[in-house]
């Protein structure tokens, strides 16, 4: 079974709504791709051949319509979940007939716009509907049911330390910041300080690493901040 992240494409020119929609994705297990306009949007899409998209219609350079009508005729069969703040009948059978998904009408409650992405990733990847588990070293990380074990046996995660983790996961290799990770893990406006985050760090070792004061995975890049490796 492949431990490789769902990616998602989110193409929001919406700053609040495109961060709080990729931390949430994010600590659901998915890797998140961003855009804010409708050409970057079109061209990560195409370039990257995400598993889903989620897509803003009021967007600025290509319109989120114009942004799927190209897609499909590329013959790209990216799932699509629109998001638009137009209710009208009109507007969601265009959106559908162009080959949306779903279509969701703003403003959303979160909870049910990440229902419809599983939905609709059930339905289009049915053995890939839920984030798959990740393993590395003697540890396994069920994403779906926020889960971890290490030598089969289970441990005990908070859910801000999963949420962490969830984020390291979903980007192996890549050095974070501590400032990033404050944002990805706790919010863009969380008052934390890199202290917080040294903290958490030493609980991931702690629980993860097989000799924490000689990490293999959760490493310090000197000056930089952390990247985990599996």
Same mark, same amino acid.
């Given at each position: 079974?492949? =431990?490789?992240?769902?990616?998602?494409?989110?193409?929001?020119?919406? !700053?609040?709504?495109?961060?709080?929609?990729?931390?949430?994705?994010?600590?659901?297990?998915?890797?998140?791709?961003?855009?804010? =306009?409708?050409?970057?949007?079109?061209?990560?899409?195409?370039?990257?051949?995400?598993?889903?998209?989620?897509?803003?219609?009021?967007?600025?350079?290509?319109?989120?319509?114009?942004?799927?009508?190209?897609?499909?005729?590329?013959?790209?069969?990216?799932?699509?979940?629109?998001?638009?703040?137009?209710?009208?009948?009109?507007?969601?059978?265009?959106?559908?007939?162009?080959?949306?998904? =779903?279509?969701?009408?703003?403003?959303?409650?979160?909870?049910?716009?990440?229902?419809?992405?599983?939905?609709?990733?059930?339905?289009?990847?049915?053995?890939?509907?839920?984030?798959?588990?990740?393993?590395?070293?003697?540890?396994?990380? =069920?994403?779906?049911?926020?889960?971890?074990?290490?030598?089969?046996?289970?441990?005990?995660?908070?859910?801000?330390?999963?949420?962490?983790?969830?984020?390291?996961?979903?980007?192996?290799?890549?050095?974070?910041?501590?400032?990033?990770?404050?944002?990805?893990?706790?919010?863009?406006?969380?008052?934390?300080?890199?202290?917080?985050?040294?903290?958490?760090?030493?609980?991931?070792?702690?629980?993860?690493?097989?000799?924490?004061?000689?990490?293999?995975?959760? !490493?310090?890049?000197?000056?930089?901040?952390?990247?985990?490796?599996?």
């Amino acid at each position: 079974m492949s =431990d490789k992240p769902t990616r998602i494409l989110v193409v929001e020119d919406d !700053l609040a709504i495109l961060t709080g929609l990729s931390m949430n994705l994010n600590f659901e297990g998915y890797e998140v791709l961003q855009a804010q =306009d409708g050409r970057t949007g079109l061209a990560r899409a195409l370039d990257e051949s995400p598993d889903l998209l989620v897509l803003d219609v009021m967007l600025p350079e290509l319109n989120g319509f114009e942004v799927l009508k190209e897609l499909r005729q590329r013959g790209r069969d990216i799932p699509v979940v629109v998001l638009s703040a137009k209710s009208a009948e009109m507007d969601k059978i265009l959106g559908l007939n162009l080959g949306a998904d =779903d279509y969701v009408v703003k403003p959303f409650g979160l909870q049910e716009l990440l229902a419809r992405i599983k939905a609709v990733l059930r339905r289009r990847y049915p053995s890939q509907g839920q984030p798959q588990p990740v393993g590395f070293g003697d540890v396994q990380v =069920d994403l779906s049911a926020k889960t971890v074990s290490r030598a089969g046996q289970p441990v005990e995660f908070t859910a801000q330390e999963f949420k962490l983790l969830a984020h390291f996961l979903a980007h192996a290799g890549r050095t974070f910041s501590r400032e990033e990770l404050l944002s990805a893990a706790w919010g863009y406006d969380y008052e934390g300080s890199a202290r917080t985050v040294d903290n958490f760090m030493r609980q991931l070792r702690l629980k993860l690493e097989p000799d924490p004061e000689q990490p293999r995975h959760f !490493l310090t890049v000197r000056g930089l901040g952390y990247r985990f490796e599996r």
